[in-house]
């Protein structure tokens, strides 16, 4: 049989079914395969919170969406191309981000009547003309794979768990992806069960058959691979990224790496990821609470290891007391928020940027500390080293913001070699000769680390106020005056050592964009995308939240209009009016889903013809 | 490969470590009023140092918020002075992360029954290998004398006019039930008693739990002079010895049988008991530690001082290194360019 062969630039892909269907994995599979064949891919698995919700409700669905492109991908797309629904649910719940003219292949035995129901449909969408708009692929997957596997003598139990291979074999076939990949991880993963291997291996392939064969396929879609910098690359998520970041920084700084946490979502991974990393030498105490997370990282920062603590905002707020002894004593530790949408639980499965205020001011007495966001998941990694490296070169606690899109989201990233990453060595105290703990470096304020075990140099430290220099408890009302002004001058003078902001899009514009985060994915395909149109827009993204590029006030002063979109009601917006006193424009979606490209591609145009009416 | 940080403190110590109690105090006053009983804890604590046989630099004291969170300030030593409540968590990060080092921890019967509570109870059954010495003297000192966890119900504080409400704790029950497997009790009114309880305490491989009875002159006085004072302390107390008879009394007249799971006062002098009939005490029976600790607040019986339960159990930082020594040793030192390249990585040329 004929089939077209179409060459796309981009395409979105959502797999989606009850947890129990296996979405996450074929999704999963799907990426590597696609990264490692040369396409760009950005990722996005968004699953309930309920462990295994009940089967076929529309609160259980579980999805996970993947946008391929042979030229940069900032996010996971906005509208889909390719639905895989294995039930009912699963297409309502997606249904209207479909591309018109997109392609459902649907799973006929998930739209029975008990699944009709369970997602409240009164008819069958595969069968009352609803879906006109779209190419529907109606098919048995589970029936098809019994005539596949039929004397094979393979369990049916098996044969129902093998369905997501099935529909991951279409559409590998429908994107002309190798099948190398997963075979080869199917081997790895079951190579003490030749039964699951086999079965799985013949569905992947009968998936992929099927397609060839059956009219209902008439056109095959292929990209070309995207242009990336020579190098080794893999996928990978935020948190992953965390993850080998603190684990590279404690090989930089070469000392040990201490992780102090306490499981939340989403950013338990973190956890579970250094957990595994005892060969590297890492130690890791999950604690009893995110108070004894932070407390044990002080404790081990204290004795001269590189440490962090891991949580998202309600974990964070339980550790801002501790932020403040981190600050006074001034011990290097990194704490990681992995933001979600609050206040208290709130949606916590779900993306937010409302913890800036929290990361900024969320502290009793004058207790600054640098603030870095990353803004995708590859970024995670670099941001990582840089909070250990402003962390240990000025002798501070810093806060590094992610969130819940791209902790869990991935991306491909250029593996780094050593050799390209900044020294991290510490300033260790080792001379006891004329030592005293609140001697500073006079360029960057910071005071030498001196822990114990050092000889000669036994000295006490701790919340109290202490005397500038000596370290000695002082209640000198002159005395703290200095040290909360020197506390201050420490963090603003990290200014220095940050690079300036380099502005995307049209430098020449009247529009500025001003992004942090994990919005950078949106806004930057909405600028590229502006820009190609011939349409002005500057755009600036900040990874330095606190203290800011020297050069944030000047690129401010150059544009008449300035919007912000983020995550929140407007904390950036408002900490940046409050420092440069210019009016902005905010842009805030509080939904516990992160923007899309065209939202913003709609606000920017909404701005510029403002102007043209004013005009 | 050593680290930088291996590097630097494993440094040989120069000169001797034959300390004199007197190189553990620093050049400071001591801030406690005078009379607080906070001052028998500091001396044989200083008086123990030199006998833990290694460089001073190699000790360090945590302590939290109160009275007794001014500890590390006395001691010649590396100290930390941290937040209310936290000091066994920041202790126990500081031992996981540095084995090397002796970890104390000084903290109060607020610090470490209220707002560290939860802290308390994991480092019990955690393990650590940490020394605790609370300063337990029931009431909130530092903030003036409000009621603590072990305020007794009716004790009249300045925040119980009225007389408290709340049933107090019992901590060394606490920390028996919570898994400690040192635990043990003195009183300020006995150093060197004290001075024994530290030394076990330090040469005890795992977390170790001190209640100390400590008299705050200022908003409790006399709070344990019930049991402790001079003419009535042998009547009242008993003395907890590993394989000893439960004697006590003035005139050691008296003992402790066990009848079912009670321990009852016997009269050694009526010809009815023996001194082989009595309870004799093991460290190591961790039931009979149950049973003596649920004789403090019986008022039957006398207040019980000594060792409750001295139990050898990996500690937690032992067995965090043979975690890693395990993997170094099956699976190799990690290298980490393979651990960021990983298993699913492409090459782009
Ligand atoms: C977070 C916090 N809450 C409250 C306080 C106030 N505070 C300081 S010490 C203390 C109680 C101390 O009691 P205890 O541990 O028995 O110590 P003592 O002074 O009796 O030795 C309180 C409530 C504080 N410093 N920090
Ligand atoms: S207030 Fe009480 S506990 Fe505090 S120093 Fe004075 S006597 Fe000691
Ligand atoms: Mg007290």
């Not at chain 1, 058959?209 to 070309?224: I, P």
């Not at chain 1, 510490?426 to 001379?431: E, R």
């Not at chain 2, 009183?187 to 170790?208: M, P, T, V």
């Amino acid at each position: 049989m004929e089939k077209e062969i179409i060459y796309l630039d981009e395409i979105t892909v959502r797999f989606a079914g009850d947890s129990g269907d296996g979405m996450q994995l074929a999704g999963k599979q799907f990426s590597d395969t696609s990264a490692s064949s040369g396409v760009d891919v950005n990722t996005f698995p968004d699953f309930p919170s309920e462990i295994r919700a009940p089967e076929g409700t529309l609160y259980g669905v579980s999805a996970f969406q993947i946008k391929l492109g042979s030229s940069s991908v900032n996010t996971h797309g906005d509208e889909i191309d390719l639905l895989v629904a294995m039930n009912a649910s699963s297409l309502k719940v997606n249904v209207n981000n479909l591309k018109v003219g997109g392609i459902i292949i649907a799973n006929i035995e998930g739209f029975d009547s008990r699944n009709l129901k369970l997602a409240k449909y009164t008819s069958n969408p595969l069968e009352d003309g609803s879906l006109k708009k779209f190419n529907v692929i109606a098919l048995d997957i589970e029936a098809i794979i019994k005539e596949e596997l039929k004397g094979s003598g393979i369990s049916p139990k098996i044969v129902k768990k093998s369905k997501n291979f099935f529909a991951l074999g279409i559409t590998y076939w429908l994107f002309n992806r190798p099948m190398e990949p997963t075979v080869k991880w199917l081997n790895a993963k079951f190579k003490k069960d030749a039964d699951v291997l086999e079965a799985n291996i013949r569905v992947l392939n009968a998936g992929w058959n099927y397609a060839l064969k059956n009219e209902a396929f008439k056109k095959q879609y292929t990209l070309q691979p995207a242009k990336f910098e020579k190098g080794t690359y893999r996928n990978i998520s935020g948190n992953h990224a965390v993850a080998l970041g603190l684990v590279t920084a404690s090989k930089k700084a070469n000392i040990p790496l201490f992780l102090g946490t306490y499981p939340i979502t989403p950013a338990t991974d973190i956890l579970q990821y250094i957990s595994g990393y005892k060969k590297y030498g890492i130690r890791h105490l999950q604690a009893e609470d995110e108070i004894a997370g932070i407390a044990s990282a002080i404790g081990a920062s204290y004795g001269g290891n590189l440490a962090a603590t891991t949580t998202s905002g309600p974990g964070l707020s339980l550790k801002i007391e501790a932020i403040g002894l981190a600050v006074m004593t001034e011990l290097p530790l990194v704490i990681v928020d992995v933001m979600r949408a609050g206040p208290s639980t709130g949606l916590p499965t779900k993306p937010e940027q409302s913890d800036l205020f929290q990361a900024m001011y969320g502290r009793h007495g004058e207790a600054p500390l640098p603030v870095l966001a990353a803004a995708s998941a590859a970024d995670c990694f670099a941001m990582t080293i840089e909070a250990a490296r402003l962390a240990l070169k000025y002798m501070t606690p810093v806060i590094l913001l992610t969130d819940g899109y791209i902790a869990q989201g991935t991306e491909p990233w250029r593996i780094p070699e050593l050799s390209e990453l900044p020294d991290l060595t510490p300033n260790f105290a080792t001379d006891p000769e004329g030592f005293a703990p609140y001697i500073r470096d006079p360029e960057t304020l910071a005071r030498m680390w001196a822990v114990p075990g050092m000889q000669g140099m036994e000295h006490r430290i701790g919340g109290l106020e202490k005397q500038n220099i000596t370290g000695a408890v002082s209640h000198d009302p002159e005395n703290h005056q200095k040290m909360v002004e020197i506390r201050q001058e420490k963090i603003d003078r990290i200014a220095r050592d940050i690079p300036n902001l380099e502005i995307m899009g049209n430098a020449d514009a009247e529009l500025l964009i001003i992004g942090w985060g994990s919005t950078y994915g949106a806004i930057k395909s909405a600028v590229d995308a502006k820009t190609k149109e011939g349409v002005k827009v500057a755009y600036v993204h900040l990874k330095h939240l606190n203290p800011f590029p020297s050069n944030l006030g000047d690129v401010i002063s150059k544009y008449k209009t300035i919007l912000v979109p983020e995550m929140n009601l407007g904390q950036l917006r408002t900490i940046l009016h409050s420092k440069f006193l210019v009016p902005i424009i905010g842009m805030n979606k509080v939904q516990g889903i992160p923007f899309k490209t065209s939202e913003i591609k709609a606000k920017i145009d909404e701005l510029l013809s403002e102007k043209e009416a004013v005009i | 490969m050593k680290t930088l940080l291996e590097e630097i403190i494993s440094k040989p110590h120069i000169g001797t470590i034959e300390y004199e109690p007197k190189d553990f105090k620093p050049d400071v006053d001591v801030r406690w009023c005078a009379g607080c009983g906070g001052y028998s804890i500091l001396s044989p604590v200083q008086r123990i140092m030199p006998e833990l046989g290694i460089p001073k630099e190699k000790i360090a004291f945590i302590s939290g918020i109160g009275c007794s969170g001014r500890f590390p300030y006395y001691m010649d030593v590396y100290g930390f002075h941290g937040i209310h409540g936290r000091a066994i968590a920041i202790a126990s990060g500081l031992k996981i992360g540095r084995p090397d080092l002796s970890v104390w921890v000084a903290t109060g019967d607020g610090d470490n029954m209220s707002i560290g509570g939860n802290h308390f109870i994991h480092g019990c059954r955690r393990n650590t290998d940490i020394n605790v010495i609370m300063f337990n003297n029931e009431v909130y000192s530092l903030t003036k004398g409000q009621y603590s966890p072990t305020s007794h119900k009716g004790q009249i504080t300045k925040s119980s006019p009225l007389g408290a409400l709340d049933e107090p704790f019992n901590p060394a029950a606490l920390a028996l039930g919570a898994g400690a497997t040192f635990v043990a009790r003195g009183i300020d009114k006995d150093r060197n008693h004290l001075q024994y309880l530290f030394e076990r305490a330090a040469a005890h491989n795992g977390f170790s739990f001190i209640e100390v009875y400590t008299n705050c002159n200022i908003f409790n006085d006399g709070a344990f002079d019930s049991f402790t004072k001079k003419d009535v302390r042998e009547d009242m107390t008993v003395m907890l010895e590993h394989g000893k008879p439960l004697i006590f009394g003035k005139d050691r007249d008296k003992g402790i049988i066990i009848d079912g799971f009670k321990p009852k006062v016997v009269s050694l002098t009526d010809g009815k008991y023996t001194i082989d009939d009595l309870l004799v005490h093991d460290e190591k029976d961790s039931t009979l530690a149950f049973i003596l600790g649920n004789m403090t607040y019986n008022p039957d019986v006398p207040r019980p001082l000594g060792i409750f339960q001295s139990l050898e159990r990996s500690s937690y930082n032992d067995s965090v290194q043979a975690q890693i020594d395990h993997e170094v040793a099956t699976k190799g030192e990690g290298n980490i360019t393979e651990l960021l390249v990983g298993k699913e990585s492409w090459v782009v040329k």
